[in-house]
């Protein structure tokens, strides 16, 4: 299904979370 | 800053992995789509660290890359 929080957003220098939601 | 190397990378827990590969591609990415570098690096860091690798060293199949993630978010988003 359609997901409108993906893909998910990488900022520099924040810990990134995209794989969580894997 | 140094080269990011295979070895560097094994040596880091999976997500901070993630994150080093994040912080070099991301301003690679923004160089070229100031607007969508944070989502177009979200996808890219999908791929496999070690094809994320050879997309640090080789622009060319950077740009391949981020063309496809382009035209997938804008598809996604119709």
């Given at each position: 299904?359609?997901?409108?929080?993906?893909?998910?957003?990488?900022c520099?220098?924040?810990?990134?979370?995209?794989?969580?939601?894997? | 800053?140094?080269?990011?190397?295979?070895?560097?990378?094994?040596?880091?827990?999976?997500?901070?992995?993630?994150?080093?590969?994040?912080?070099r591609l991301?301003?690679?990415?923004?160089?070229?789509?100031?607007?969508?570098?944070?989502?177009?690096?979200?996808?890219?860091?999908?791929?496999?660290?070690s094809?994320?690798?050879?997309?640090?060293?080789?622009p060319?199949?950077?740009?391949?890359?981020?063309?496809?993630?382009?035209?997938?978010?804008?598809?996604?988003?119709?």
């Open positions: 299904g359609t997901n409108i929080n993906w893909p998910p957003e990488f520099p220098g924040v810990p990134w979370k995209g794989l969580q939601n894997i | 800053p140094e080269p990011l190397t295979a070895s560097m990378l094994a040596a880091a827990p999976l997500m901070d992995q993630k994150q080093l590969l994040g912080e991301y301003p690679m990415i923004h160089a070229l789509h100031p607007n969508l570098a944070g989502k177009i690096t979200g996808m890219l860091l999908e791929i496999d660290n094809e994320l690798l050879h997309m640090l060293e080789s060319e199949s950077l740009h391949s890359k981020v063309d496809e993630a382009i035209a997938v978010l804008q598809a996604h988003q119709v």
